[in-house]
């Protein structure tokens, strides 16, 4: 890269329209400046920082006060070359893409985090065995109990909303005309912002009313995920059908098909990609729920296989309580969310996975 | 098997807005019947009534009669779906079911019933339909291929298999031609020509050549303006239409002044 | 309807010279029975959404109401209770996890409007959705793993600029006498910012796409730059859909729970101390953590609690929707 080539014009022209695009009013920085005022930025910021504190400096420190040396700089020189209005442009530029880096910076600190610190205890015995017996500073123990707890739950908690997600969906896409179908479009907005402890408390107050205060199943957990997962597996579900044309019930309807069978062999059928997989996506969302287990199902330190009996172990408050419980429990802890984030990292590639395989054929 | 459609005073209505008034007509057996006119003037609302496909927009509705040889179409007890598989539409853009074959698309009528059939029963039923269509030799040896693999018109000629394959008294056709290149328009115009041997042809059309090209009877529909409900203005042999209407706004359609 | 002398079975079956095929295409069961019922199943389920809604405040009032009744001297026998009422207990409460919220909103609003602006007008456009996948994977990660970032990455990463503010800045009282470890209403705050910014960026971004191609081009053909562009199409564009994108995050992140259970060390003051910690707790945190040892009256004001919680939520989002809703009525968008 040579500096001299792209230049500016230095001498302002004034009559000729030909010169004007050359004119100092379009004078821009040439593309490369970015870069370099971005590598000057941080190496200045290196050297005043080994200078300052004496030592090396950390990457953060380096990072930020570079950020500050940049927009400070190539603010400076935009305005002298370019103009306020140009340095304006680069500033929010700077500031936009600013925001994103910024935003990445927890994603993958997080991702490495879990996958580093979770990778110390996990292992196919961490997968396969409980916490029966497992005490004090002993390392060993595994989330097996937890797994089955999880999944069984989370099965469950679909077991009741995809049903009922489905239907509703189909009653607000195919039938529902008029104030209740604008109400329960309502309530299902509402549904949406009820907070996840809000659910458990409720699926608590629900169980222990009916069943008397020492109730306590698996169950009861999976009623408080459904409670929050209904609403998603429905809005997911009606845009799915919503994205159905007309033109294909109307065809059905004209081969005198009634508008049942049209629903599920027409509707359904062209739109199951997309409910799969959001279905897939709001399991996902829900697997990683805590609160309302730790409220409703607690821990146990074996597998529990029955749904409707007993206290049950599941993921993320197995994380949560040895998390609480320190030494050893730490690193199980961060083994149990590795396996978490794996869980539910599998259900959104599956789940895009089968949104690309099962599209319609030939439909865009 | 293809029958007469008599309709007398039909006004249809979507929800308090008159739509169109006071159509009374006779459909031939046997023959194409053409429906003509400027857009919004209730033509195709009309066609749709024939098979009650107007009840699938929420508030639509009619008063007056429609008789399918001697059969009130609204009768107190009539199932609409009864009525549209004796009365079979095809669409302005061919609508082929995206997730099904070529095959599929045809027994979709059979299939999507729950029905039952013997294999060589629908592989009869197939070949029949797609040379009813005009299109067994173009697609006799890709049948599994999916049906939004083939061209505009053959989708179109493919949507009028499914539609026979039901086998109906009366064919309705919604401008099928409207979203077609000149050939594939051509196409379906000589299939028309044949069907009419065997149904009752109901077609509407916004071009008036195609009108006097396939139809034996034509009707007219105009509207006095916004807001004011299509009526019909007259209906006659399609010979005579096109040479000596008998109203003025008939005749100034058909040579263009205005529409 | 004019009523004619038809046959009860108004359309007869096809005729029977199409013999070949006529058997199947004859059995006429139009399955009427079988829509009423499938329509009656999708209409129960609707109303099973308004039931269940309706179930949860009620049952929520029911388990309540013990606690809502009680006297201050039945409520001292519940070990950890404060104040003379439920009310006067959940004040502090209510104050936390506005607090702690809307720190969160001040920090993720202008973070979230970059993000959506660098992937609906800055980015390049093969790389935008997949920029977008990317932030949405924030909104994969269980909130529970949020926590143990928190508690045990984040905390010490915001010590020394925490320390710095306090240093530099302490003749404000905001950010006055921070202790480390860094367990303070701060920096759940920063957890609860990068838990809500998924939602807050996906939905403006869809309104930034939305903005009218036209008002676009007619900027840039004005000899507007790309962030002149944005100030005078964009942005006023998007401006209500930003609000409530913004409602819908701040209705999130009140009822977050594990994020500030496991960050925060808890306090129950009227306090605007971010920087120290035992000065604040939020509804859902204080639930989750007194909950598994309580039991009778205890249950019951923790409950009540809930349902303040429930009521604050219900009131931002319905506040959220209104925004949009009436934004839907007038751009047309949609």
């Known amino acids: ?364 | 098997m293809s029958k007469r459609i008599d309709v007398a005073d039909l006004d249809v209505y979507y929800g308090d807005f008159l739509a169109v008034e006071g159509v009374t007509m006779a459909i031939e057996p046997r023959q194409a019947t053409a429906l003509i006119g400027p857009s919004g003037c209730g033509k195709s609302t009309f066609l749709r009534t024939l098979n009650r496909m107007h009840e699938v927009i929420p508030g639509a509705r009619v008063t007056g009669k429609a008789l399918m040889d001697g059969q009130d179409l609204y009768g107190a007890d009539v199932d609409p779906v009864t009525v549209r598989r004796q009365i079979g539409m095809v669409f302005q853009r061919p609508n082929p079911f995206p997730t099904m074959s070529i095959a599929d698309n045809v027994l979709a009528g059979v299939r999507l019933n729950n029905r039952r059939m013997p294999k060589d029963a629908q592989q009869d039923l197939i070949e029949q339909s797609l040379r009813g269509a005009n299109l067994w030799n173009e697609v006799k040896d890709r049948l599994a291929l999916p049906g939004s693999s083939l061209s505009g018109g053959q989708q179109q000629r493919l949507c009028i298999a499914r539609a026979i394959a039901v086998k109906p008294q009366v064919l309705l056709m919604d401008e099928p031609c409207s979203a077609l290149d000149p050939i594939s328009t051509l196409a379906i115009e000589d299939l028309i020509a044949e069907l009419k041997s065997d149904y009752t042809i109901v077609i509407v059309t916004h071009n008036m050549q195609q009108a006097a090209r396939v139809s034996d009877r034509t009707a007219f529909f105009n509207i006095a303006g916004t807001g004011k409900p299509g009526r019909l203005i007259e209906m006659d042999d399609t010979a005579t239409m096109f040479s000596s209407p008998r109203e003025q706004a008939t005749e100034d359609y058909i040579s263009g002044r205005f529409g | 309807m004019p009523v004619t002398t038809t046959p009860p079975r108004g359309v007869p079956d096809p005729a029977p010279s199409r013999a070949d095929a006529g058997a199947a295409v004859r059995a006429a069961s139009t399955g009427r029975v079988a829509s009423r019922v499938f329509a009656g199943l999708s209409t129960g389920a609707g109303l099973l959404i308004l039931v269940t809604l309706a179930a949860v405040a009620a049952f929520l009032l029911i388990r309540a109401w013990p606690a809502l009744s009680a006297s201050p001297e039945e409520l001292e026998t519940v070990s950890w209770f404060t104040g003379g009422s439920v009310a006067e207990y959940v004040a502090p409460l209510v104050f936390g996890t506005l607090l702690a919220s809307v720190l969160a909103l001040l920090l993720a609003v202008p973070v979230s409007i970059g993000i959506a602006l660098f992937i609906s007008h800055y980015a390049p456009r093969r790389l935008a959705q997949g920029l977008g996948y990317l932030i949405d994977l924030l909104a994969a990660i269980p909130s529970v793993v949020y926590g143990l970032w928190g508690a045990l990455w984040l905390i010490g990463q915001l010590d020394p600029v925490f320390t710095w503010l306090s240093s530099t800045l302490g003749f404000v009282p905001l950010v006055a006498d921070y202790q480390a470890p860094a367990k303070n209403i701060m920096s759940a705050s920063v957890v609860l910012a990068v838990m809500i910014l998924p939602i807050i960026t996906a939905v403006s971004r869809e309104v930034f796409l939305q903005t009218p191609r036209l008002h676009e081009e007619a900027s840039l053909a004005l000899g507007a730059t790309r962030w002149e562009m944005v100030r005078q199409a964009v942005l006023p564009f998007g401006r209500s859909g930003v609000i409530s994108a913004s409602m819908l995050g701040l209705g999130r992140a009140l009822g977050e729970t594990m994020a500030v259970l496991m960050v925060i060390s808890p306090g129950f003051l009227f306090s605007f101390f971010l920087l120290r910690p035992g000065q604040h707790q939020t509804i859902a945190a204080n639930i989750a953590s007194k909950f598994p040892e309580s039991s009778g009256l205890g249950v019951s004001v923790l409950i009540a609690t809930g349902l303040a919680l429930f009521v604050i939520t219900f009131v931002v989002n319905l506040a959220a929707r209104w925004i949009i809703a009436r934004r839907a009525e007038y751009s047309g968008a949609n």
């Open chain 1, 1 to 364: 890269m040579t500096a001299a080539a792209p230049a500016p014009t230095p001498t302002p022209t004034p009559s000729p329209t030909s010169s004007l695009l050359a004119s100092d009013a379009y004078r821009r920085l040439p593309r490369w400046s970015t870069w370099a005022f971005a590598s000057g930025s941080l190496v200045v910021a290196f050297l005043v920082l080994l200078v300052a504190g004496g030592g090396l400096p950390g990457v953060a420190g380096v990072v930020a006060l570079g950020a500050a040396l940049f927009v400070l700089s190539s603010g400076v020189t935009s305005r002298v070359v370019e103009g306020p209005r140009r340095a304006a442009d680069r500033l929010a530029t700077t500031l936009v893409t600013g925001a994103f880096l910024l935003a990445l910076i927890p994603l993958v600190s997080l991702l490495l985090l879990v996958v580093t610190r979770g990778a110390g205890a996990f292992s196919w015995t961490f997968l396969t065995t409980d916490m029966l017996g497992i005490f004090g500073d002993m390392s060993e123990g595994g989330i097996q109990h937890a797994i089955v707890g999880t999944l069984l739950i989370t099965a469950a908690a679909a077991a009741i909303s995809v049903p009922v997600g489905l239907l509703t969906a189909i009653y607000l896409v195919e039938y529902g005309r008029g104030p209740l179908a604008r109400g329960i479009t309502f309530l299902v907005d509402v549904m949406t912002g009820i907070p996840s402890i809000v659910a458990g408390l409720f699926a608590f107050a629900l169980f222990t009313l009916l069943l008397g205060p020492a109730f306590r199943a698996g169950i009861m957990g999976a009623v408080a995920l459904a409670l929050l997962m209904t609403p998603v597996v429905i809005r997911s579900v009606e845009e799915m059908l919503r994205l159905v044309p007309n033109e294909l019930r109307e065809a059905a309807y004209a081969l005198g098909v009634p508008k049942w069978l049209t629903i599920i062999k027409v509707v359904l059928r062209t739109a199951v990609a997309g409910i799969v997989t959001g279905v897939m996506l709001s399991v996902a969302r829900v697997i990683g729920e805590t609160a309302p287990l730790l409220l409703t199902v607690g821990m146990v330190t074996r597998v529990n296989w029955d749904l409707f009996d007993g206290r049950m172990a599941t993921l993320p408050v197995f994380a949560y309580r040895q998390y609480e419980s320190g030494g050893a429990g730490i690193d199980r802890a961060w083994a149990a969310a590795l396996t978490l984030i794996l869980i539910v990292m599998i259900l959104n590639l599956v789940a895009r996975l089968i949104s690309r395989w099962f599209a319609p054929r030939g439909a865009r």
